[in-house]
C-alpha cells in the first residue's frame, strides 16, 4: 500500500510562492502517476496537476497553468509541485495523491495553504 507524506504548504500573501512536496513510500510498478488536489472550504475537491513517473508527462486545470509546476524525482519517490503567483483563491487544503493504473487511490493527509489578500 502507498504511503504518502507531505510537507510544505503554509501561509505566503498574494503574489508570492510555496512549494509543496510529497513522498511515496512502498510504491509499486502499478502506481503510474502522482497528483496534486485541493479543497477550499465549503467546496468540493478539484484537481490541480498530474505528472507520470514514466515520461513525466504533466496536466495542469486551467486555473493553475503557468503559475504552477509540478515535478518529480524518481530516485527520491518524491512530487513537488511549485506555486508561483499566488492568489487568495488558491487558498485550500492540498492533497497530494497517487494513482494506480489511473485510479487516485491513495491520498496524503493534506496541508494547508492559505494566500493573503
Known amino acids: 500500500q502507498v504511503q504518502l507524506v507531505e510537507s510544505g504548504g503554509g501561509l505566503v500573501q498574494a503574489g508570492g510562492s510555496l512549494r509543496l512536496s510529497c513522498a511515496a513510500f512502498?510504491?509499486?510498478?502499478?502506481?503510474?502517476?502522482m497528483g496534486w488536489f485541493r479543497q477550499a472550504q465549503g467546496k468540493e475537491r478539484e484537481f490541480v496537476a498530474r505528472?507520470?513517473?514514466?515520461?513525466?508527462?504533466?496536466t495542469y486545470a486551467d486555473s493553475v497553468k503557468g503559475r504552477f509546476t509540478i515535478y518529480r524525482d524518481n530516485a527520491e519517490n518524491t512530487v513537488s509541485l511549485q506555486m508561483n503567483s499566488l492568489k487568495p483563491e488558491d487558498t485550500a487544503v492540498y492533497y497530494c495523491?497517487?494513482?494506480?493504473?489511473?485510479?487516485?487511490?491513495?491520498w496524503g493527509q493534506g496541508t494547508q495553504v492559505t494566500v493573503s489578500s
Open positions: 512502498r510504491r509499486t510498478f502499478s502506481n503510474d502517476a
Open positions: 505528472i507520470t513517473w514514466r515520461g513525466g508527462a504533466t
Open positions: 495523491a497517487a494513482a494506480v493504473w489511473g485510479n487516485w487511490n491513495y
